[in-house]
């Protein structure tokens, strides 16, 4: 995704066998394996277009997606990170963190989502990946402000943002429209001043599996 105007973009970041990078044409066939893999998982949470899973999540259809995505970030609209694995040796794509809805200048926000692979939930992947993306959007990234709007139901997805200290400060009625019908959401959020003491969110985010 070279080319790209956002501030901060493109990056590679990593901690320990976490690593988040831009998507490439050659990751088609890992996306379209993990995400059909994952259906029941991710189904219920996504606004997808409508349409058979696994024709909506194929190698063909991953064309489309990078397009918009590179589309997207080359607009300096969104940051899309592949969420990968690296284990002996081996780079695995497990999983997506994006900033995207990006607004400039007196606003400095993005909104976040994310998904992971359910055979590596629970191994604190995810939580590294987006604390390492905020950390990002704080530093390099130029901004100040990060949401993240998650449907009450959501129990996994939830926690996410509770591990890393996230505000809970609004409950928006028929927010989106998901699996069929228009679905609450509550939002959460955080500001660099909120992190900045603690040397950053990735930072908070280790003190706390210490404190385990």
Sequence with gaps: ????????????????????????????????????????????????????????????????????????????????????????????????????????????SAYAGYWVDHRVAGRGVIPTALALAVDHAFGPGGLHRIEVNIRPENGPSRRVVEKLGFREEAYHQRYMHIDGGWRDHLGYAMTSEEVAAEGGLLARWRRARTAK
């Design 1 to 108: 995704m070279l080319g790209a105007t956002t501030p901060g973009w493109p990056a590679v970041l990593s901690d320990g066998a976490v690593l988040l990078r831009p998507y490439k044409r050659g990751d088609a066939r890992a996306w379209s394996e993990v995400r059909i893999a994952n259906q029941a998982w991710l189904a219920p949470w996504e606004s997808a277009p409508p349409g058979p899973w696994a024709e909506m999540n194929s190698p063909r259809a991953y064309g489309y997606v990078y397009r918009d995505m590179k589309r997207a970030a080359r607009n300096g609209d969104s940051m899309p990170f592949a969420v990968c694995l690296v284990e002996d040796g081996r780079e695995r794509l497990v999983g997506h963190v994006n900033l995207g809805n990006i607004v400039r200048r007196a606003f400095a």
